[in-house]
């Protein structure tokens, strides 16, 4: 007999991006708890068709504890990282682009507003970006008025112009 191939071992060593704003780390509890909700019904389900005999032909039972087994990782992953989750408090007094800022910069006579948070967070069509994009890297420690310069991916580099920071 074959052994299962799991899908979870490429990502084994990961750790989630710590940074979260109040609201998501919110929502993330929330999710949490709609998980914990679901794990009875499930562990029912695999009780269910364990019943039904020979686990080696039993296709359903296979499905369901694997499902359970999947819910009961990310169950732990999502516990783990609010464990070790850091709430993004902007510095209200600081001139100087930190993760939580929101930071207008000119590119080509023209500008645009980025909002510097974690990972979990960015959303570039909504012009969120991290923190560890090259982008938000380059950003990260800059004042008003300063002249960044961010290589993009395949030696692509652009030049902006910090004009505003918000915290």
């Known amino acids: 007999m074959r ?3 799991r899908k979870g071992h490429a990502r084994l060593g990961q750790k989630p991006d710590p940074y979260l704003t109040e609201r998501k780390f919110r929502e993330l509890e929330a999710k949490l708890v709609r998980m914990k909700e679901s794990r009875p ?16 032909e039993n296709a359903g039972y296979q499905l369901a504890k694997g499902k359970l087994r999947g819910l009961n990782q990310r169950i732990i992953d999502l516990e783990n990282h609010l464990k070790t989750a850091v709430i993004i408090e902007a510095d209200k007094n600081s001139s100087v682009v930190q993760i939580g800022s929101q930071v207008t910069v000119e ?3 023209r500008q645009k507003l980025y909002t510097i948070l974690g990972s979990t967070e ?3 069509d909504r012009n969120v970006i991290s923190y560890l994009s090259p982008l938000g890297a380059g ?5 008003v008025g300063e002249i960044v310069k961010v290589e993009l991916v395949a030696g692509r580099e652009i030049v902006l112009k910090i004009i505003n920071i918000e915290q």
């Open 41 to 56: 019904k499930l562990a029912v389900e695999v009780k269910r068709l364990a019943e039904m005999g020979d686990f080696s």
């Open 107 to 109: 590119r080509e006579g």
């Open 3 to 5: 052994a299962p191939i």
């Open 122 to 124: 960015s959303d570039p």
């Open 139 to 143: 950003l990260i420690g800059r004042q």
